[in-house]
């Protein structure tokens, strides 16, 4: 890690107006601020930044952007071990319980969030339960960003799967989805869905949990027990997932840019992928629409998680700079609107509410979501960018290229899971 990622926090600024003995201009509090984003997400988050810097004079915002996935929580947790953290930092909301036992970061004010004109009735229920550990808020969700099911609303409407209000039609079977797809398929004369996975255990992870979710049944990561899970359930979801890649439906095999570029260019009629991939899919010119993945099992369910900020263990806390950093994050939710022209589905609700929100299309027939997000089970190993979903990769990715059962691979990956589960943090 270098220098000068380690520093993230920066130095109070000072300076001296006018000629020898003048008296000292007002401070301005440098604010360090550590986040993954980059891309698009990045230049709205710079966007956000750069709004709340105008705004609040007395402090500036420094961000520092590292690597998505492992690399991240490993620095940032070395960076708050070592004493050396930025004032604030983006985690994701499923990171959390990996962090807040160790006191690596530490539990927002409450009253001092109500100070700032924020308070819990703000957020869904279920994003301000995650925002919680032991009783304690360790989290502040800036978003929520689901895995929905884009649409090319031409596709469907030649393949007479648009109900009579414009939208996709309901199916609520693997085999009605199944139909669905083929439909699809020919009219594009390709696929009639697109679904890259090759070599990314998160992309697997997230619909597999969407379909498993919409069992109805949970997962339980206790540490010192054998994991928690319906055998059953898991081992349908994993058979229905290897049974759409047949090289009609979707593809056989192909990875996350392959899968997303076919849709974009009208090569499926369907995209199962990530909210933040809604400008890509605008600028590529195609009429796309969106909806929260199907529910196949019963039970309406939508894996998501929330980029969230947090307080990073201080040694030698700042009052006032603690102070800027309730400002400055409490500014950046309150416009967050821009935030949810990327894709994603703010946090702050008053947004979600707001008349400008509710013009964003396709955003708004998906804002449902945050109603039944299913955020990863807790565990210090699980999450966004985990190991844990590489190891599920590993023992998974045969089963949809079709060289494994799924009853194999899940339980190859279920003995994986409970050897973690049998180590201590080791934060």
Sequence with gaps: MTGSALLGGGLLAAGLTGCGGAAQA???????????????????MQAMINAANQANPGFKVHPTVLAWGPPYYTKLAMASAGGRPPEVAIMHASRVPGYAPGGLIEPWDLDLLAENGVTSADF??????????????????????PFVMFYNTDVAGKAGVLGSNGQLQEVSSPDEFKAMALEMQKVTKAHGLSFGYLGSGSQMWRLFYTLY????????????????????????????????????????????????????????GMLFSGVWELPTMKKAGIPVDAATIPTLYGTPASYADSHSFVLPRQLKLNEDKRRDVYKFVTDVLKGSL??????????????????????????????NAADIIAYDPESWF??????????????????????????????????????????????
């Design 124 to 145: 869904a229920p279920r994003i301000w339960e995650k925002s919680q550990h032991n009783g304690q808020v360790f989290s502040i969700a800036l978003d929520s960003h």
């Design 26 to 44: 007002a401070a301005v509090q440098d604010i360090g601020f550590w986040h993954l984003l980059s891309g698009g997400d990045g230049i709205k």
């Design 338 to 367: 821009s935030w949810a022209e990327a894709g994603h589905i703010p946090g702050y609700q008053p947004v979600v509410q707001s008349q400008a929100y509710r013009e964003l299309t396709p955003q708004i027939h998906y804002a």
């Design 382 to 427: 699980s999450g966004s960018g985990s190991d844990w979903q590489t190891y599920f990769a590993e023992n998974v990715q045969n089963v949809l290229l079709g060289r494994d059962k799924a009853a194999a691979g899940w339980d190859a990956f279920e003995q994986r899971t409970n050897t973690l589960l049998s180590r201590p943090n080791p934060v």
């Design 213 to 268: 979710k919409q069992h109805g049944v949970d997962m339980e990561l206790t540490p010192g027990q054998p994991m928690k899970v319906d055998r059953e359930a898991a081992v349908e979801s994993l058979e229905f997932m290897a049974s759409l890649f047949d090289d009609t439906i979707a593809a056989q095999a192909g990875d996350i840019s392959t899968g997303i570029a076919e849709f974009a260019r009208g090569g499926s």
